[in-house]
């Protein structure tokens, strides 16, 4: 098992420029998180998903689309880049949203917008 | 709301001795609580989690955690800390009675293992 993984790892954008950031999970999770992660402010959730075909926004959604085609795959979308979008990306997954079910954390993508 | 507080940005702990990464905790019902450790260039790690039941959780690595209600903590603790233990740890809460709610993070302890 390959568990979570992110696609690209490394990124810089000028200002205004889109990207898509792949997550992919092959252990038949259900649910999916993407998080930012900036220093001195822990994990912070963007969207997440509760299976394919849906999505909803978590606590820092602006600037930010995602889609859920395929149950594995998870895509984060940046329209326009911002400066203030430098960041660490996690992606997760986890079996269930509720309950004691630990999430699992992809390798991470940092993105550089100058 | 649910929130996480790590008091301390960093311990530092000589190689053998023990050490304690503090964590509270908040929440409104009654909680599901993590521990998860980052390497550098890493994602985040699974360590251990408390459920209910036994206040003490041990977890992977020879880590273990001490959930405590009526101080509403959950310390991370290790009886000898090794040099490889040096990463960024982080606590996390969900309220276990309230149906979905998002996994709440604190914002790091840094861990420092001096040989």
């Known amino acids: 098992n390959a568990g979570v993984t992110q696609t690209p790892k490394f990124r810089v954008l000028k200002t205004g420029q889109s990207m898509t950031l792949l997550c992919a999970q092959d252990?038949?999770?259900?649910?999916m998180y993407w998080y930012r992660q900036d220093p001195g402010m822990g994990l912070r959730l963007i969207h997440y998903s509760v299976g394919e075909g849906t999505t909803a926004k978590g606590e820092v959604p602006d600037g930010y689309n995602v889609s859920r085609l395929k149950k594995q795959n998870f895509l984060l979308g940046l329209e326009s880049a911002a400066p203030s979008q430098t960041s660490v990306y996690f992606c997760a997954s986890s079996y269930s949203k509720v309950g004691p079910y630990e999430q699992y954390f992809g390798p991470g993508t940092r993105l550089t917008v100058t | 709301a649910q929130s996480v507080a790590q008091p301390e940005d960093q311990v530092n702990v000589a190689e053998g001795n023990p050490l304690t990464v503090k964590c509270t905790y908040s929440?409104?019902?009654?909680?599901?609580l993590f521990w998860y450790v980052q390497y550098p260039n890493r994602g985040l790690q699974f360590l251990l989690k408390?459920?209910?039941?036994?206040?003490l959780v041990k977890g992977s690595y020879g880590f273990e955690a001490e959930f405590n209600k009526s101080q509403t903590s959950f310390h991370l603790k290790k009886p000898s800390a090794l040099v490889s233990d040096s990463a960024l740890y982080f606590c996390a809460v969900r309220d276990r009675d309230t149906g979905f709610q998002k996994l709440v993070f604190g914002t790091g302890t840094r861990l420092l293992v001096s040989p």
């Open positions: 408390y459920i209910t039941g036994d206040n």
């Open positions: 929440v409104s019902g009654n909680p599901y």
């Open positions: 252990m038949n999770h259900e649910y």
